[in-house]
């Protein structure tokens, strides 16, 4: 019967992956936090336009 199981790396190759799933997560969250912060901008342009346009209908209701 064939064994399935995959030959475990040496040592050398273990770290080396290890730093790359390392930097992977580092990427991922630097990222998670790039796109919470276009977020944020985006909810702030929201925001001021909603607040231009109740100004714009105050002063019209105002004239």
Known sequence: MMNNLSP???QETR???LNNLR???LELEKFG???DKIMMI??????QNK???????????SE
């Open 8 to 10: 475990i790396p040496n």
């Open 15 to 17: 770290n080396r992956l």
């Open 23 to 25: 930097r992977t997560n």
């Open 33 to 35: 936090l790039e796109l």
């Open 42 to 47: 985006l909810e702030q342009e929201k925001q």
């Open 51 to 61: 607040l231009n346009r109740v100004k714009q209908k105050l002063n019209l209701l």
